[in-house]
């Protein structure tokens, strides 16, 4: 069956620029969940999705960062003026009501120049 | 905030030795989740532990949640080069053990020479 899906799988631009990254959810998943790995490091979280509001942004670093969920399927991140510190893979994960397990896309890797 | 703490950081071991991580949290736990990233792969979902004191098997895996809920195992028996990866424990964010997003310790990176 489908999984988490992101695109891009690989994202290069310059700095200052503007980017989308998107995640397909698995289909009939409530929750998504944007979080951003660095090299070396466990994923960090990002923001949670409950349906199509966003249940927790706390993660979200700066105002630079947004995200949206409008029908309550497909995400997209948005990184407005990119710095070379926002250099990252970024994952999208997924989970049902009736469980707590975390499904994750294949990530998107984004690098700034 | 919370806090996920990971040793060791990297572990090499000979294939067919046993290994083990650890994890220990700042705050109380309502449950803890363990993932396996392979290189160059995403988390993968292993197991999630909730009840105090809880042990739970997977073949070879052995997973343990400490009494007080703050801590946590997972021990591999006789290693194979299939278990290379990086082992990752996770708790909820908001404490209830809800669909809310996860703390991911570091990890402990796993290399086994043949």
Same mark, same amino acid.
């Given at each position: 069956?489908?999984?988490?899906?992101?695109?891009?799988?690989?994202?290069?631009?310059?700095?200052g620029?503007?980017?989308?990254?998107?995640? !397909?959810?698995?289909?009939?998943?409530?929750?998504?969940?944007?979080?951003?790995?660095?090299?070396?490091?466990?994923?960090?979280?990002?923001?949670?999705?409950?349906?199509?509001?966003?249940? !927790?942004?706390?993660g979200?670093?700066? !105002?630079?960062?947004?995200?949206?969920?409008?029908?309550?399927s497909?995400?997209?991140?948005?990184?407005?003026?990119?710095?070379?510190?926002d250099?990252?893979?970024?994952?999208?994960?997924?989970?049902s009501?009736?469980?707590?397990?975390?499904?994750?896309?294949?990530?998107?890797?984004?690098?700034?120049? | 905030?919370?806090?996920?703490?990971?040793?060791?950081?990297?572990?090499h071991?000979?294939?067919?030795?046993?290994?083990?991580?650890?994890?220990?949290?700042?705050?109380?736990?309502s449950?803890?989740?363990?993932?396996?990233?392979?290189p160059?792969?995403?988390?993968?979902?292993?197991?999630?532990?909730?009840?105090?004191?809880?042990?739970k098997?997977?073949?070879?895996?052995?997973?343990?949640?400490?009494?007080?809920?703050?801590?946590?195992?997972?021990?591999?028996?006789?290693?194979?080069?299939?278990?290379?990866?990086?082992?990752?424990?996770?708790?909820?964010?908001?404490?209830?053990?809800?669909?809310?997003?996860?703390?991911?310790?570091?990890?402990?990176?796993?290399?086994?020479?043949?």
């Amino acid at each position: 069956g489908a999984g988490v899906s992101q695109t891009p799988s690989n994202k290069v631009t310059e700095k200052g620029k503007y980017v989308e990254l998107r995640c !397909d959810p698995i289909s009939g998943h409530t929750a998504l969940y944007w979080y951003r790995q660095s090299l070396g490091q466990g994923p960090e979280f990002l923001i949670y999705f409950q349906g199509t509001g966003a249940a !927790d942004d706390s993660g979200l670093p700066n !105002d630079r960062f947004f995200a949206v969920r409008p029908e309550g399927s497909v995400s997209t991140l948005k990184i407005q003026r990119t710095e070379r510190g926002d250099s990252a893979v970024y994952l999208c994960a997924s989970s049902s009501a009736l469980a707590n397990e975390q499904f994750f896309g294949p990530g998107t890797r984004l690098t700034v120049l | 905030g919370q806090q996920v703490m990971q040793i060791p950081q990297y572990q090499h071991v000979q294939e067919g030795e046993d290994f083990t991580t650890y994890c220990n949290s700042s705050t109380t736990l309502s449950n803890i989740q363990w993932y396996k990233q392979r290189p160059g792969g995403h988390p993968v979902f292993l197991i999630q532990l909730v009840k105090s004191g809880e042990v739970k098997k997977q073949k070879r895996l052995t997973f343990q949640f400490g009494e007080a809920k703050k801590n946590s195992s997972l021990h591999i028996t006789a290693t194979q080069t299939t278990d290379v990866g990086t082992y990752f424990c996770a708790g909820h964010r908001g404490g209830g053990g809800g669909a809310d997003g996860l703390t991911f310790g570091k990890g402990t990176h796993l290399i086994i020479q043949p």
